[in-house]
Nanobody
Framework: QVELVESGGGLAQAGGSLRLSCAASGRTFSSYNMGWFRQAPGNERQFVAAISRRGGFTNVADSVKGRFTISRDNAKNTVYLQMNSLKPEDTAVYYC???????????????WGQGTQVTVSS
């Protein structure tokens, strides 16, 4: 069982930056591939980025490529999403998730956080 708690969301202006964190409970964090997703009102949940167990591989959605960076610190049981050059269309609830499946993750994630709101004003 893994519990995920996101933090770092809030209000930012277009062009600004935010860094999201996702803290995981348990001693097996490094055995999970981790991902970030987002969901805007009325839209389906959308993949944002993923990182492999030891951080050697990453995958980022085209819509955020060059602006968002995913990273992790296994010693701190935490995964991060650095968001730069924010746009109003980045406004959404952001969720982190953990997957026990191999890399790249092509099947469902096993555990989800409760989400953190990111709002970008123009």
């Amino acid at each position: 069982q893994v519990e995920l708690v996101e933090s770092g969301g809030g209000l930012a202006q277009a062009g600004g930056s935010l860094r999201l964190s996702c803290a995981a409970s348990g001693r097996t964090f490094s055995s999970y591939n981790m991902g970030w997703f987002r969901q805007a009102p009325g839209n389906e949940r959308q993949f944002v980025a993923a990182i492999s167990r030891r951080g050697g591989f990453t995958n980022v959605a085209d819509s955020v490529k060059g602006r968002f960076t995913i990273s992790r610190d296994n010693a701190k049981n935490t995964v991060y999403l650095q968001m730069n050059s924010l746009k109003p269309e980045d406004t959404a609830v952001y969720y982190c998730a953990a997957a026990s499946a191999g890399w790249p993750v092509t099947v469902g994630y096993d555990y989800w956080g409760q989400g953190t709101q990111v709002t970008v004003s123009s």
